[in-house]
């Protein structure tokens, strides 16, 4: 089980994540609607894993994963992003994304990649 922050402005994705995560066993211990919201909440609530949008208001998600890997090099952060921005994903692994989902969200494929996520850091 893992502790997972979920960082996207929309409801319907983060209701669909969290969804997903839970049936997964893992704990969701934060929702945050923006870049900047999230870097406060991993501060705070030190999850395992953020699941990380790229497109969002206030500051978007590769500005936030920059930030929060800074303030944690070992910070696993896996983006999500809509088909069709290749490039915004090459940039995101640049700054150290351990992997990324892409929208519209397929449940095996999310819980393959958070688990393998997860397990990667229990392994090390």
């Known amino acids: ?17 969290k969804n997903i995560f839970e049936a997964e066993g893992h704990e969701i211990v934060g929702e945050a609607t923006d870049g900047e919201v999230a870097i406060e909440m991993y501060k705070e609530k030190k999850p395992d894993v953020v699941s990380m949008d790229i497109t969002m208001p206030v500051m978007n998600g590769i500005d936030s994963l920059k930030h929060i890997m800074e303030y944690d090099p070992k ?5 999500v992003t809509s ?8 940039e995101a692994v640049k700054y150290g994304a351990k992997d990324f989902i892409t929208k519209p969200f397929e449940n095996d494929t999310i819980a393959h990649v958070f688990n393998k996520v997860v ?6």
């Open 75 to 79: 910070a696993r952060v896996v983006m």
């Open 119 to 124: 397990k990667e850091d229990k392994d090390v």
């Open 83 to 90: 088909a069709g921005q290749k490039s915004k994903m090459t």
């Open 1 to 17: 089980m893992a502790k997972i922050l979920i960082v996207d402005d929309s409801r319907t994705s983060r209701r669909i994540l």
